[in-house]
């Protein structure tokens, strides 16, 4: 069973960056697409970033696009998310997931949840 464990949240301003991290257990992370969502509180959970086993393709939620920079080093296992120019409104929990679909858009097949990390963003 595969382990993902979110790190990297906390409280910034608006107009700040965070960088999260999530680290996988496994030899297999290379196979996934690796993605990321978040949930805020009374909302049901949102789909944000994903990337492409080998890195080179990415797709973003709306909110997002243009703010938040998803990458991956196979090496080490790891997928990241680097957030800027953060708004009260990303205030959320984030989760790192993974899909063994290698569409980026199909964003139901994402699973193997972490525990997430609080990020808020205060005005």
């Known amino acids: 069973q595969v382990q993902l464990v979110e790190s990297g949240g906390g409280l910034v301003q608006a107009g700040g960056s965070l960088r999260l991290s999530c680290t996988a257990s496994?030899?297999?992370?290379?196979?996934?697409?690796m993605g990321w969502f978040r949930q805020a509180p009374g909302k049901e959970r949102e789909f944000v970033a994903a990337i492409s086993r080998s890195g080179s393709g990415t797709y973003y939620a709306d909110s997002v696009k243009g703010r938040f920079t998803i990458s991956r080093d196979n090496a080490k296992n790891t997928v990241n998310l680097q957030m800027n120019s953060l708004k009260p409104e990303d205030t959320a929990v984030y989760y790192c997931a993974r899909n063994p679909t290698p569409l980026l858009t199909e964003v139901k097949g994402f699973g193997s949840w972490g525990q997430g990390t609080q990020v808020t963003v205060s005005s």
């Open positions: 496994g030899r297999t992370f290379s196979l996934y697409t």
